[in-house]
């Protein structure tokens, strides 16, 4: 019943924050700048900072807990391979999603786009190899200070892996990791009670910033976006929970739901892990172990609703600047999504850096971006809910399977 009352308090902050930024932007424009800065931005900022002060230590612990609880090398392994292959199969399907969508319903002819001021300056982007040979922490307090996620969760998965080699000797250590685990997850119900007013103020700067005309002028952009989210939800994730889980898909976004609202309002998949491990463990029954892997894994890698924007946003540039994608070009922006979703791994701005990267795949204009950024706040807010709960769904897979693979294995021991 308590969880009910916070999914709808956060859900009631939502809509009021929405609703309140639109009508101020409406009838009295003039008086936002002052009510965001003395009232909305407060109360986001800080929900934001208070949900922020405990993803380090938490991931930390939770990693750590995972890999030791996991045991055996060879199964950390399994659920490794099995859940970096569930997002690059995900993020392929979703922005193939983005791409079809797009071109069928064709938001780039819907109005007269200008052009010549569409700017955007994009930054560079390390490459894959470059990324993947940094996740290995020459410091590790100097990766926790600065919370690089990649290399925290490398970090900890050492420390795990070394703590269930030596066994009995780390007892202690891991019962001390376990209470500081339990210590943040009670700072996350506490500060879970901060949510409603922390996502109104957070909508309410979102939307009355961006304002009715700017969503006007993109709704066709928008609507196609938002479209492309809800199939890959219902299809990708309803289908991985009903097919794969062999779960219900309604009731898993019903459980799931107070975490996406977290998700929407803060726009950062690592900001919710948090109240998103808390869901997963508590509301959909996935082992700590698991949990505490995969999906601190998935906020940093698993970027299915940033992937649907880059299709979309690809399609609508082509279409404003008149020009046709082959068939050849077409399955180098899913190749180049793809692969940039792992290179570009924690690097702040993801989202359009993956963005310029897919448009000079294709010698489209990189300034381009500059017709979709007024809104991209907006949209950034859905797709984070979206990638949150992708994984979350791939949590669940793996849970389920390694309950089915556990089951066989005591079957086969006792025949």
Not at 400 to 413: D, F, I, M, V
Request: charged letters at 10%; hydrophobic letters at 55%; a neutral charge.
């Amino acid at each position: 019943m308590k969880k009910n009352n916070m999914t709808l308090k956060v859900l009631t902050g939502l809509i009021l924050g929405a609703i309140v930024g639109l009508l101020i932007n409406l009838f009295a424009p003039g008086a936002f700048e002052s009510l965001n800065s003395y009232i909305f931005v407060p109360l986001g900022q800080i929900f934001l900072s208070l949900i922020s002060m405990l993803v380090v230590p938490l991931v930390l612990f939770s990693i750590i807990l995972g890999t030791a609880g996991l045991g055996d090398p060879a199964k950390l392994g399994r659920i490794g391979l099995k859940t970096i292959v569930y997002f690059l199969v995900t993020t392929t399907i979703a922005i193939v999603i983005g791409l079809g969508l797009a071109a069928v319903i064709q938001p780039g002819l819907a109005g007269d786009f200008d052009l010549d001021s569409a700017t955007f300056e994009a930054e560079e982007a390390p490459s894959v190899a470059d990324t993947l040979l940094n996740i290995i922490p020459k410091n590790p307090l100097s990766a926790l200070t600065e919370g690089n996620m990649l290399q925290i969760i490398i970090f900890a998965v050492f420390i795990g892996l070394a703590l269930t080699a030596l066994g009995e000797k780390t007892k202690g250590i891991i019962n001390l990791i376990e209470q500081g685990n339990e210590v943040m997850m009670y700072l996350v119900g506490i500060v879970m009670k901060f949510a409603p007013f922390g996502t109104f103020g957070l909508i309410a700067t979102a939307i009355g910033s961006q304002g009715f005309s700017a969503i006007k002028a993109m709704a066709s952009y928008m609507f196609v976006v938002l479209a492309a989210l809800a199939i890959h939800a219902a299809f990708t994730y309803g289908g991985t929970v009903g097919l794969l889980a062999k779960k219900n898909p309604v009731w898993f976004f019903k459980k799931f739901a107070p975490a996406m609202s977290v998700a929407f309002s803060t726009s950062s998949s690592t900001a919710t892990l948090p109240v998103s491990m808390e869901a997963a463990q508590k509301d959909l029954g996935v082992p700590k172990s698991i949990s505490s892997f995969v999906q601190p894994l998935g906020a940093t890698i698993n970027m299915d609703g940033t992937a649907i924007m880059q299709g979309v946003a690809t399609m609508f540039i082509a279409q404003a600047y008149g020009s046709d994608l082959t068939m050849m070009q077409l399955l180098t922006v899913v190749l180049t999504a793809v692969l940039a979703s792992i290179g570009t791994a924690g690097v702040p701005g993801v989202g359009l850096i993956m963005l310029a990267m897919v448009l000079s795949s294709v010698n489209l204009p990189v300034a381009g971006i500059g017709l979709v950024l007024g809104i991209d706040r907006l949209l950034d807010m859905t797709r984070t809910a979206i990638n949150i709960s992708g994984d979350a769904a791939c949590a669940l897979y793996v849970s389920e399977t390694e309950k089915k693979r556990g089951l066989k294995a005591e079957e086969a021991t006792a025949g």
